[in-house]
């Protein structure tokens, strides 16, 4: 069974940090680019982070660049990300698929960054 799961979001303080995880299952995770993608309130979702099979190719959104790091490991099918300096507008459901064909997607995680 094709399956994504997200954990480790939360509330935060702007400034903060929070490192995501997904944990993926029922394809050949090794073989495949891997994507953080997330979703605000009233806005489409928008594509965060990727990072190619073997994990030693990255891309961000210019929004994240410099504060967010992806990255994997393949013997454990997860994918992570690192956010840091977190901001207001970082605020949204974070998803994780990989970059073709999409998948189901998963439940995603909630970060939320308030004071």
């Known amino acids: 069974q094709v399956q994504l799961v997200e954990s480790g979001g939360g509330l935060v303080q702007p400034g903060g940090s929070l490192r995501l995880s997904c944990v993926a299952s029922?394809?050949?995770?090794?073989?495949?680019?891997m994507r953080w993608y997330r979703q605000a309130p009233g806005k489409e979702r928008e594509l965060v982070a990727s990072?190619?099979?073997?994990?030693?190719?990255?891309s961000y959104a210019d929004s994240v660049k410099g504060r967010f790091t992806i990255s994997r490991d393949n013997a454990k099918n997860t994918v992570y990300l690192q956010m840091n300096s977190l901001k207001f507008e970082d605020t949204a459901v974070y998803y994780c698929n990989r970059a073709s064909p999409l998948i189901s997607w998963g439940q995603g995680t909630q970060v939320t960054v308030s004071s």
């Open positions: 990072i190619t099979s073997g994990g030693h190719s990255t």
């Open positions: 029922g394809f050949y995770f090794n073989a495949n680019t």
